[in-house]
Nanobody
Framework: QVQLLESGGGVVQAGESLRLACTVSGRTFSRDAMGWFRQAPGKEREFVGTITRPGSTFYANSVKGRFTISRDNDKKTVYLQMSSLNPEDTAVYFC????????????????????WGQGTQVTVSS
């Protein structure tokens, strides 16, 4: 059974940092590109960033320079380190997985990813 389990969400003040983790089971994590998405109330789910199988990262402009994605294939876990958080970052954050080849392009669309976690709430107060 494929499972993606996010953790690390919470309530922080503007300017603070938070690290999310997503642990994957039931699939070959090392063959997955991993993505982070978020969805604020009343808005569509949006791309935050992604990490490819070789470890290359790509970010949405809104988080570039503040957020960092990393992965630990031994732990089957992908991380989202968020710093300089602001109230506009408040959302439910989701991780997602897509099986890819090593030379695959960067995937940023919601429909590109086939497996999803249940999400974790991040609230940034001003």
């Amino acid at each position: 059974q494929v499972q993606l389990l996010e953790s690390g969400g919470g309530v922080v003040q503007a300017g603070e940092s938070l690290r999310l983790a997503c642990t994957v089971s039931g699939r070959t994590f090392s063959r997955d590109a991993m993505g982070w998405f978020r969805q604020a109330p009343g808005k569509e789910r949006e791309f935050v960033g992604t990490i490819t199988r070789p470890g290359s990262t790509f970010y949405a402009n809104s988080v570039k320079g503040r957020f960092t994605i990393s992965r630990d294939n031994d732990k089957k876990t992908v991380y989202l380190q968020m710093s300089s958080l602001n109230p506009e970052d408040t959302a439910v954050y989701f991780c997602a997985a897509k099986a890819t080849i090593l030379t695959a392009p960067v995937y940023t669309g919601v429909d590109d990813f086939s497996a999803w976690g249940q999400g974790t709430q991040v609230t940034v107060s001003s």
